[in-house]
Nanobody, 120 residues
Framework: QVQLQESGPGLVKPSQTLSLTCTVSGCSITTNYYGWNWIRQPPGKGLEWMGVIDYDGSTYYSPSLKSRTSISRDTSKNQFSLQLSSVTPEDTAVYYC????????????WGQGTQVTVSS
């Protein structure tokens, strides 16, 4: 059974960097041909795809967030991480990590989500 679990601070101050980690069990993040995604949902809005790190370490980002987003991985811990810099209250959202099947936009496993609030 594949499981994903987000972790990180629930409160971040404006202008700081938001950092979250997704710990994966039941599947290696280097397994062909999965992509490991970050997706968020601001209050009252729909899901917003942020970016992905593929099984081979390649990364792709949403054009609207690319300048502030970095996704990395630690294969020894089977984890991947999100960093979002220069946050504002508009970055307040529930953040999810999710596994994607071979660039199909099909997300078959999700974490439970973690609330991040940007506030001073």
């Amino acid at each position: 059974q594949v499981q994903l679990q987000e972790s990180g601070p629930g409160l971040v101050k404006p202008s700081q960097t938001l950092s979250l980690t997704c710990t994966v069990s039941g599947c290696s993040i280097t397994t062909n041909y999965y992509g490991w995604n970050w997706i968020r949902q601001p209050p009252g809005k729909g899901l917003e795809w942020m970016g992905v790190i593929d099984y081979d370490g390649s990364t792709y980002y949403s054009p609207s967030l690319k300048s502030r987003t970095s996704i990395s991985r630690d294969t020894s811990k089977n984890q991947f991480s999100l960093q979002l810099s220069s946050v504002t209250p508009e970055d307040t959202a529930v953040y999810y990590c999710a596994r994607e099947v071979a660039r199909t936009n099909t997300y078959d496993y999700w974490g439970q989500g973690t609330q991040v609030t940007v506030s001073s």
